[in-house]
């Protein structure tokens, strides 16, 4: 478990004033608790939410990547496979873990472990929270782009019911390399967008630190994404997730996933893969 | 007409540079030839004044030093596809402007006035050689031949029409990737492309994906990659995160020759790369190959 840190936590700033609307919070706010270092992570929800976890690692070609962890689970007397980008807390967790920013041979081992779960009639649940692929030279040489590609490619055919959902930043075709789903969910204070706020600031005003206006215009946000039709379904944070406290979180995330499963047991695989084309389709 | 044409003359230009020979800075013009409006043009590797006429009988290569000069989708086209083959398609398709972007509809009105393009790809059909393909060609002069959600609807109708009509695609790829001002609903293109690609390919059609200068962000990270084979021409940059991104964020600078089209051939992303004369060749052998006739000889 994470110790208390020093520094006060986003969240902590923000919601010392005891009742805060969560309306009021401004996009840039929520960018920032989409980043706070006391969000729960990937495997804390994995942990927290399914019966079992078995985790299966490997890209079958170069390497493993700990950007990205995945492996089955089990949840209401089902298995399916769970594929989650994790980020680190401390340096050595991070180094590891490459700040949640995954190498092609993560997104070769998160389709591989698709794929494993098509064959074996497993549905797939992916947590999304990367601030975007890894920007490096040796992902480069090992094909970045055409990484991602594959995995929008073979994603988009599955025949098994896919959910995405994003538990904190989305950042571009690194977090929809995972989120081609049936339903792609978003925590209330997560974010999702083709690149970082800071990016568009600098691409658009020359100033990267005019940071907050960007966001404003970005439409990032979950309810803003949830207008658009992008994301199906915004879970509430009645106060900003938090890793020392997930319990009612977890409890209303599992009841969501099995909601989920029950209804997608009721059409034929192929049909699944239908549904997830014609969602796609009508951006 | 001729006066006039010689009144614009890029002579008084490499005039002018010479005076600012000490800031070898980025000719903007020498970067965005537009063609054929001037009978000269400057070659922006070696520095001679050329010949337009003499640039486009040499397909567009620089017939001093045999520099690329760059192709825009609708020089791109006649250089490509038999004489009078091609037919376009879904033109004057509009964004619905999703961030309600400040000047977005402004911006796009006025590239479409100075390039002749309704968007960043134009998209039909033609015969190459004799055999009948769609093709699509990007545009580097459009916005940087971004992304946004008409590029995508235009790119998922020519694989879907396409697989409808069971020809191949053929695809000129050239973009800086997803369309900022569209925000998420361009990063929704990369997802909505691949997946038609895929049709395409599940129907066993060819698609020949064709890599120019330059490739990057979204555009690689789909429908650029997932070709059955994929071209591209010599020295394009073709990657995902783009070089001044890369050096920025590792701090040091990149080798020559990093993701270049060279680049990706020794590392395994590219099949082949392709010299400009013999396009037309290298393509009308993979349709032959791929088992397609030509049109009539069915």
Not at chain 2, 62 to 86: E, H, T
Not at chain 2, 270 to 281: E, P
Request: proline share 4%.
């Amino acid at each position: 478990m994470a110790g208390k840190s020093q520094k006060e936590s986003v969240a902590d700033e923000l919601f010392n004033v005891e009742f805060v609307d969560r309306d009021e919070l401004t996009p840039w706010d929520r960018v920032l608790l989409a980043r706070d270092k006391e969000r729960p992570y990937a495997l804390d929800y994995i942990n927290g939410i399914f019966d079992e976890f078995m985790e299966l690692h490997g890209d079958r070609a170069f390497g493993d990547d700990g950007a990205i962890v995945g492996g089955i689970a089990s949840i209401d007397g089902k298995y399916v496979t769970v594929i989650g980008q994790q980020k680190g807390r401390s340096i050595k967790q991070n180094i590891k873990r490459n700040f949640g920013m995954p190498s092609p041979e993560g997104y070769r081992k998160a389709i591989r472990l698709m794929k494993q779960a098509e064959k074996f009639h497993r549905p797939i649940i992916c947590f999304v929270d990367t601030p975007g692929a890894f920007c490096g030279m040796e992902a480069e040489e090992r094909g970045q782009g055409q990484a991602i590609a594959n995995n929008l490619y073979e994603m988009s055919s599955l025949e098994t019911p896919v959910l995405s959902i994003v538990i904190g930043e989305g950042g571009s075709g690194g977090a929809l390399a995972m989120a081609v789903a049936n339903e792609v969910w978003m925590l209330e204070n997560s974010m999702y967008s083709v690149l970082s706020p800071e990016g568009f600031a600098s691409i658009l005003w020359k100033d990267g630190d005019r940071t907050a206006q960007a966001a404003e215009m970005m439409k990032c946000t979950s309810k803003e994404l949830e207008k658009l039709q992008i994301v199906d379904k915004v879970i509430d944070e009645p106060k900003p997730a938090d890793v020392k406290d997930m319990e009612s979180l977890n409890f209303v995330l599992k009841q969501e996933i099995i909601n989920f499963l029950k209804r997608y047991e009721k059409i034929t695989p192929k049909q699944a893969a239908e549904e997830r084309y014609e969602r796609f389709r009508r951006f | 007409m001729l006066k006039e044409n010689f009144k614009k003359t890029q002579t008084a230009s490499k005039g002018i540079k010479r005076v600012r020979t000490s800031k070898p800075a980025k000719d903007k013009n020498s970067d965005k030839i537009h063609i054929p409006d001037g009978l000269f043009k400057k070659c922006p590797n070696c520095n001679e004044i050329v010949f337009v006429e003499d640039v486009v009988d040499n397909s567009h290569i620089c017939p001093v030093c045999g520099y690329y000069f760059k192709l825009m989708a609708r020089a791109r086209i006649s250089m490509v596809v038999d004489k009078g083959s091609f037919e376009e398609w879904d033109t004057n398709l509009l964004t619905e402007d999703p961030l309600c972007f400040p000047g977005y509809y402004k911006k796009l009105e006025k590239v479409q006035s100075v390039t002749d393009l309704d968007e960043a790809v134009i998209t039909g059909k033609c015969t190459i050689r004799g055999y009948e393909t769609c093709i699509g060609v990007m545009s580097s002069d459009f916005l940087m031949g971004s992304m946004g959600s008409v590029v995508g609807e235009k790119i998922t109708r020519l694989f879907e029409k396409a697989t409808d009509k069971n020809l191949p695609v053929i695809l000129f790829c050239c973009s800086g990737g997803a369309r900022m001002q569209e925000g998420t609903i361009s990063l929704m293109q990369m997802a909505k492309t691949s997946q038609a690609v895929k049709r395409h390919s599940e129907a066993g059609l060819l698609y020949i994906s064709f890599l120019t200068d330059p490739t990057t962000g979204g555009v690689t990270a789909s429908f650029a990659m997932l070709g059955d084979v994929i071209l591209a021409e010599p020295e394009a940059l073709i990657g995902f995160a783009g070089p001044r991104v890369i050096e920025q964020t590792i701090k040091q600078k990149l080798p020559e020759g990093f993701q270049r089209a060279e680049f990706l051939v020794k590392h395994g992303f590219v099949d082949r790369i392709v010299k400009r004369k013999g396009i037309r060749k290298s393509l009308a052998y993979l349709l032959a190959s791929a088992g397609y006739n030509k049109k009539g000889d069915e």
